[in-house]
């Protein structure tokens, strides 16, 4: 009995410890649940980060059109680029070429039209670039002009290495969200002097045409056979273009022999897309067109209205 009571005597002292510890303490609180936490990264990259990938990118692709770079895409087509440099849905303009809808046309200019020595009568080719002028104020737009230096390629003669007139071009830039080039306008200044100094040929010369109209015409027949035919022989072919506007390189988009030795190149990439454009009707790509039409159809290729596409905060849709 005496044992129970001090055990009653000390449960009731425990509660009465606690009783007076809530009076004296009556704001006591339980530590509150801390939240989970989550850990928040803040962007580290440099204010001249996407300048500098655009740059990379811009680089990249010009460096492919030196000989012989562009080979592994002549001989595998869009596969042969590396992956990164054009949205899959890339759009744009090229004076004096013309528009260019898609991966496979785009990629086709900047590389395959990029000269091989063994396929012109100098041996000339694009030996070495220099990005002269590049600006990109934000993420997705920038601007960049470039010397495409020319020489001579043909090992063992005499001339190889001989510098040639360069090229240039002056090109705006529309980049997705992963820096691969949606959107582009560019230039080629002076792209007829440059063929007559390079060829030491003078273009309104009636032997020289006659000449480029026969290479055009057997190029033809040897490169597009089968389905891709355009010409019966080499004799129709020749008097066909001779009755046609023979041309300027400073306005190479027309029903006109130039606009066809431009995409008779092409044929070797992709003869079942090409050829029709170096025959009769000109494929819906050597056919006139009505300045302005075209030269100014912004909405119509880029989807956007007039001075939108290349400008900082403008949206893509």
Request: net charge negative; glycine share 8%.
């Amino acid at each position: 009995m005496f044992r129970l009571n001090l055990t009653l005597l000390a449960i009731a002292w425990a509660l009465l410890q606690l009783h007076l510890v809530a009076i004296t303490i009556p704001h006591a609180r339980a530590w509150p649940t801390p939240p989970s936490w989550v850990p928040h990264f803040k962007s580290q990259r440099p204010a001249d980060y996407y300048a500098r990938r655009n740059l990379k990118t811009i680089s990249t692709i010009y460096s492919l059109t030196v000989y012989p770079r562009q080979l592994p895409i002549f001989q595998a087509g869009g596969a042969g680029v590396p992956k990164g440099l054009f949205n899959n849905d890339v759009v744009g303009r090229v004076d004096p070429v013309g528009n260019f809808t898609g991966f496979e046309h785009s990629i086709e200019y900047f590389f395959a039209l990029s000269p091989l020595p063994q396929g012109n009568p100098v041996n000339a080719a694009i030996t070495g670039y220099q990005i002269t002028e590049f600006s990109s104020q934000c993420r997705d737009v920038a601007a960049s002009v470039v010397y495409l230096y020319c020489s001579i390629v043909n090992p063992g003669a005499p001339d190889h290495g001989t510098p040639l007139p360069p090229l240039k071009q002056v090109a705006f830039w529309r980049f997705d969200d992963h820096g691969a080039v949606l959107k582009y306008d560019a230039w080629i200044p002076n792209l007829h002097s440059w063929v007559e100094s390079t060829t030491a040929a003078y273009v309104a010369d009636p032997a020289f045409r006659a000449a480029s109209i026969q290479q055009i015409c057997a190029g033809t027949q040897a490169r597009c056979t089968g389905a891709n035919t355009q010409w019966a022989s080499v004799d129709e072919c020749v008097a066909a273009l001779s009755q046609k506007t023979y041309g300027s390189y400073d306005e190479a988009w027309g029903d006109n022999v130039v606009c066809r030795s431009i995409h008779l190149v092409l044929t070797q990439v992709r003869p079942d897309t090409h050829c029709p454009h170096v025959g009769p009707t000109g494929g819906g790509k050597c056919v006139d067109v009505n300045y302005p039409d075209n030269y100014f159809a912004d909405e119509t290729l880029y989807g956007q209205p007039k001075g939108q596409t290349f400008m900082c905060g403008a949206s893509d849709d």
